[in-house]
T-cell receptor
Framework: QKEVEQNSGPLSVPEGAIASLNCTYS??????FFWYRQYSGKSPELIMS????GDKEDGRFTAQLNKASQYVSLLIRDSQPSDSATYLC?????????????FGKGTKLSVKP | SQTIHQWPATLVQPVGSPLSLECTVE??????LYWYRQAAGRGLQLLFY??????ISSEVPQNLSASRPQDRQFILSSKKLLLSDSGFYLC????????????FGSGTRLTVV
């Protein structure tokens, strides 16, 4: 069974620090990788996507992908209290089940002022 | 631009009552559509997905059903709700053949009492 694993947290970081969120996946055929942010009581919001090995930066967010290690991470620089949310990792293999996304259970991030 | 609408936002229903949740997408044609459920403290569970009108795939056997009567309309139904059906129901859409991840609706909080 294809799985996406995340540490459930909570991960607590002080304001201004770097938050590091990690995700591993089991399906070696996965081709697309996504990070969603979900505030309490709200729906998930796509914040980052990455498709090839290496880093991808967007503002304070950096996604990192290592397909050999089956590992995806999200770095949040200069963390703000407004970044406090649950972060969901999602992985996609086009060839299986219509290419449906497989979601991890999420890591809860708390940024302390 | 594309938008996804989901209603109602909250719903309290007695055990044994029927359910109908509706989702519509605007600004695109022939989207892939998805229904997810997120139980309290748990991950996203894919319930149904659809690649076209009248085409429904079920991921989890249960007392729920889905229908797609029009290209951009997706409906989640139940004839008789169970207590275990309580949760946060999310509709999502994606483009066919190109992966930009899924875009979620605002969700319906269902409480079965």
């Amino acid at each position: 069974q294809k799985e996406v694993e995340q540490n459930s947290g909570p991960l607590s970081v002080p304001e201004g620090a770097i938050a590091s969120l990690n995700c591993t996946y089991s399906d070696r055929g996965s081709q697309s990788f996504f990070w969603y942010r979900q505030y309490s009581g709200k729906s998930p919001e796509l914040i980052m996507s990455i498709y090839s090995n290496g880093d991808k930066e967007d503002g304070r967010f950096t996604a990192q992908l290592n397909k050999a290690s089956q590992y995806v991470s999200l770095l949040i620089r200069d963390s703000q209290p407004s970044d406090s949310a649950t972060y969901l990792c999602a992985v996609q293999n086009y060839g299986g089940s219509q290419g449906n996304l497989i979601f991890g259970k999420g890591t809860k991030l708390s940024v302390k002022p | 631009s594309q938008t996804i609408h989901q209603w109602p936002a909250t719903l309290v229903q007695p055990v044994g009552s029927p359910l109908s949740l509706e989702c519509t997408v605007e600004g695109t044609s022939n989207p892939n559509l998805y229904w997810y459920r997120q139980a309290a403290g748990r991950g996203l569970q894919l319930l149904f997905y659809s690649v076209g009108i009248g085409q429904i795939s079920s991921e989890v056997p249960q007392n729920l059903s889905a229908s797609r009567p029009q290209d951009r309309q997706f409906i989640l139904s139940s004839k008789k709700l169970l207590l275990s059906d309580s949760g946060f129901y999310l509709c999502a859409w994606s483009r066919v053949g190109i992966t930009y991840g899924y875009t979620f609706g605002s969700g319906t909080r269902l409480t079965v009492v």
